[in-house]
Structures are given as structure tokens and as C-alpha cells.
Antibody, heavy 120, light 111 residues
Framework: QVHLQESGPGRVEASETLSLTCTLT????????WGWIRQPPGRGLEWVAS?????????HPSLKSRVTVSADVSKSDNQFTLTLGAVTTADTAMYYCARGVFRGDPYDSWGPGTPVTVSS | QSVLTQPPSVSAAPGQKVSISCSGSVSDIGDNSVSWYQQVPGTAPKLLIFENNKRPSGISDRFSGSKSGTSATLDISGLQTGDEADYYCGTWSFGLSDIYVFGSGTKVTVL
């Protein structure tokens, strides 16, 4: 059974770069398809990005210019990361990492989430 | 702004049935299977239905899903107080790039 745990700075200043890490237990980054999903306070879920077991990434069109997801799939790494540049207060949200097994699958395992506040 | 449209809220008394609709387009629901997620406030979402109508192990058969064309429906029968939560539909949209889209979310209230 796979477990996911997000970690991050908690608070970042506007215009800076946000980096989040998802640590995996029971799987390596090169075995499944992984995603990042966020949820602003009081609002719905928004898919941010995904990375497959070959290291190919996909991004939300509105974030594509600012976001990168990465994992070292060749080294059986147990982590993957999300980097979001030039953050604004609109990026304040709970950020979740999740497993999608293969491309085209839904997200069947989720981490508990890590809150991010962007301060102006 | 969500790509998939859901009603903001539905409600019913314990034991009753509620249905939640999810409306999309040819490029998302029309071409791919739909999943449903349950999110109890303060917790991470949980996969409830996948491939339109399949339940992961441990999910009650009171939850059922269906899909027709560019729309999908989640039914919850024998409503219980523990079912109070937000429910989201979701699906992939494959084109120039792969994108996952969520519905706007529906709050289920047990009266």
C-alpha cells in the first residue's frame, strides 16, 4: 500500500518561488503516475500538474508558464516535487499530492495535504 | 473556473436518495471515464467511483455512478449523516497535453 506525505514551507512571500515535496512510502516515483492538486480556502479542487513513470509532465494551462513537476524516475527516487514561480495570493491553497497509477487513471491515493499561504 | 458543472448543493433526509449530476463536453467526459471523489471537511479527497461505475475496495454499494454522453451522475442511496461531505467528479482530457479536470463540487446535506 502506498502512502504519500506532502511537505513545504507553509508561507511564502508574493513573487517568490514555492517548492513542495511529496514523499512516498511503499512505492518509488518511477512506478506510478503522480499528480498535484490544490484547493484554495473555501473553494473546489484544481488539478495543477502530473508526472508519469517515465518522467513526462503535464501542466494546467493557466499555470504552465510558472510550474514544474519533477522526479528522478531512473533512481527509484521516493520523492517528487512541485515548483511554482512568481506566486501571488491567488496561489494560497491546500496542496495535495496523489497517485494515479497509470496515465488516464483517477487519483486513488492522496496525501493529507500541506497548506500554503502567500503573503503580500 | 471548473470545466465540469455540478449543482452547488443537494439535500435529503436520512434514508433517502440523492443524485448529483456532472456535465462536461465531448473532449472530457464524452471521451473518457468519470471518477467521483468524496471530501469530508478538513480531510483529503477520497476516490469513491472510478471508470464511471466501479467502486474501490471498501466503498459502500450505496454509492453508484453512471455516465451517458457528456454527463455523469452519482447516486447515494440510504443517505446517512456520515455522507455529509463535498463530492467532486473528475476526468481526463487528452489533447495537445493531458489535463485532469474536476467538477465544481456539490455539498451534500443530510437534513
Amino acid at each position: 500500500q502506498v502512502h504519500l506525505q506532502e511537505s513545504g514551507p507553509g508561507r511564502v512571500e508574493a513573487s517568490e518561488t514555492l517548492s513542495l515535496t511529496c514523499t512516498l512510502t511503499g512505492a518509488s516515483a518511477g512506478t506510478f503516475h503522480w499528480g498535484w492538486i490544490r484547493q484554495p480556502p473555501g473553494r473546489g479542487l484544481e488539478w495543477v500538474a502530473s508526472i508519469d513513470q517515465y518522467g513526462a509532465a503535464s501542466y494546467h494551462p493557466s499555470l504552465k508558464s510558472r510550474v514544474t513537476v519533477s522526479a528522478d524516475v531512473s533512481k527509484s527516487d521516493n520523492q517528487f516535487t512541485l515548483t511554482l514561480g512568481a506566486v501571488t495570493t491567488a496561489d494560497t491553497a491546500m496542496y495535495y499530492c496523489a497517485r494515479g497509477v497509470f496515465r488516464g487513471d483517477p487519483y486513488d491515493s492522496w496525501g493529507p495535504g500541506t497548506p500554503v499561504t502567500v503573503s503580500s | 473556473q471548473s470545466v465540469l458543472t455540478q449543482p452547488p448543493s443537494v439535500s435529503a433526509a436520512p434514508g433517502q436518495k440523492v443524485s448529483i449530476s456532472c456535465s462536461g463536453s465531448v473532449s472530457d467526459i464524452g471521451d473518457n471515464s468519470v471518477s467521483w471523489y468524496q471530501q469530508v471537511p478538513g480531510t483529503a479527497p477520497k476516490l469513491l467511483i472510478f471508470e464511471n461505475n466501479k467502486r474501490p475496495s471498501g466503498i459502500s454499494d450505496r454509492f453508484s455512478g453512471s455516465k451517458s454522453g457528456t454527463s455523469a451522475t452519482l447516486d447515494i442511496s440510504g443517505l446517512q449523516t456520515g455522507d455529509e461531505a463535498d463530492y467532486y467528479c473528475g476526468t481526463w482530457s487528452f489533447g495537445l497535453s493531458d489535463i485532469y479536470v474536476f467538477g465544481s463540487g456539490t455539498k451534500v446535506t443530510v437534513l
